[in-house]
């Protein structure tokens, strides 16, 4: 039996102790199977978490959900790295995840949160996320290769 089906009866717990989170599980999700960082190195991970504000879901031990927030804990957030394992989604765990980060205490007084994402838009309609009033003054750079051949993609 594998871990996540034994430990199914138990509640989703949400945590935003840095020291339960599963780095090796997140990595994995985020290089292998994300649609948004692909390929992404280890040491970028890392680096991304210490800086973040994050929450962990977990069934017992186990971590089956995975957001965070970079923030400056005054003014603004971007919503980053959002994820269920496939064998718990279609519970709610993402939408009570997120919940729970954007009721954070650092983050109910931000002016402004962002997101950037390719599905799941009714979920985050449910959050309160709306498309950008005014897309128009919205710029970006993007370096959507960025994780290709770098160094710290070798080593990884």
């Given at each position: 039996m594998s871990e996540a089906s034994a430990t199914q009866g138990e509640p989703i717990e949400f945590s935003f102790d840095s020291a339960r989170l599963d780095l090796d599980a997140i990595h994995r999700f985020l290089s292998d199977e994300a649609y948004w960082s692909l390929g992404v190195p280890r040491a970028t991970?890392?680096?991304?978490?210490?800086?973040s504000l994050c929450i962990g879901a977990y069934r017992g031990a186990h971590q089956v959900g995975f957001a965070r927030l970079v923030t400056d804990c005054a003014t603004f957030a971007y919503l980053a790295d959002v994820f269920v394992i496939a064998s718990e989604r279609g519970r709610g765990i993402a939408q009570r995840m997120v919940r729970t980060l954007l009721d954070h205490e650092d983050?109910?007084?931000?002016?402004?949160?962002?997101?950037?994402?390719?599905?799941?838009?009714?979920?985050?309609?449910?959050?309160?996320?709306?498309?950008?009033?005014?897309?128009?003054?919205?710029?970006?750079i993007l370096r959507p290769d960025s994780y290709r051949g770098s160094a710290a993609h070798a080593s990884a």
């Open positions: 991970v890392e680096c991304a978490i210490a800086h983050v109910t007084g931000l002016r402004r949160i962002l997101l950037f994402t390719a599905e799941t838009h009714a979920l985050y309609r449910g959050l309160g996320f709306s498309a950008l009033a005014r897309p128009e003054r919205g710029m970006e």
